[in-house]
């Protein structure tokens, strides 16, 4: 691309697209932890940021990797409204962390939540509400899809979310975005693991990447005291 490229290539770099466009589902009732009737376990003790994966269990390399109190809720935009939390974080009224790792082109946020706001069917019925979504960015627009689909080989059982769409100016979609989101309950949480990747297509590491950390984070949850 030359320097006298488009408006969205000199505005948008990829770490802003990333920082702008993440992310993990959650939202409105809160389902309790309690232990259950069996004797099993209900939600684990303490810190939620306690439970989450370090750094070691994110790929190799120079990825950046923070841990945060909430995830982020600085990007864009997005309509309908309910279609939200296949973009960006919605809000809950239980404690969660995040664990955030950025590196070029790919971004994750592993979260835990010490709740259930919505349940496996409400993510599908508005997965089925956000056919056609539109974001806007600072004046930059941009539109999408969201479809589930199942998740095989997570130890749990999970949902996956996909939002397919890009970002562009005067209706052109310049940046490539897909944001998987993937989401299981163990003993009463909310874990998700939300893959963002940007400018560039979607591979089959990228979905290796999201059930490995998923599968990892549910372990840590379920060991937890």
């Known amino acids: 691309m030359t320097d006298g490229g488009s408006p969205v290539a000199r505005t948008l770099s990829i770490s802003a697209i990333s920082a702008a466009l993440i992310l993990v589902s959650a939202c409105t009732s809160v389902v309790s932890g309690e232990p259950k009737s069996d004797g099993s376990p209900g939600l684990p003790k303490g810190d939620p940021a306690k439970l989450l994966l370090p750094r070691q269990d994110f790929p190799e390399g120079s990825g950046t990797y923070e841990v945060l109190e909430r995830p982020g809720d600085d990007g864009p935009t997005v309509s309908p409204s309910e279609c939200n939390m296949f973009v960006n974080h919605d809000t809950v009224t239980f404690d969660q962390a995040a664990a955030q790792y950025e590196d070029g082109s790919l971004r994750v946020d592993v979260v835990v939540g010490k709740g259930i706001a919505d349940s496996f069917q409400t993510i599908q019925e508005k997965a089925g509400r956000c056919g056609s979504v539109t974001l806007d960015l600072d004046g930059i627009g941009g539109t999408g899809s969201v479809k589930t689909e199942k998740v095989s080989g997570a130890s749990v059982d999970a949902i996956a979310a996909v939002f397919t769409g890009g970002l562009g100016m005067d209706g052109e979609q310049t940046v490539e975005i897909t944001v ?16 963002l990747h940007a400018m560039e297509p979607w591979t089959s590491d990228n979905d290796k990447l999201a059930l490995t950390l998923l599968n990892k984070q549910i372990d840590k949850v379920q060991q937890a005291p």
Do not use: E, F, I, S
Request: proline share 6%; no cysteine; net charge positive.
């Open 180 to 195: 998987k989101t993937l989401t299981a309950h163990p003993r009463g949480t909310t874990v998700t693991v939300k893959v």
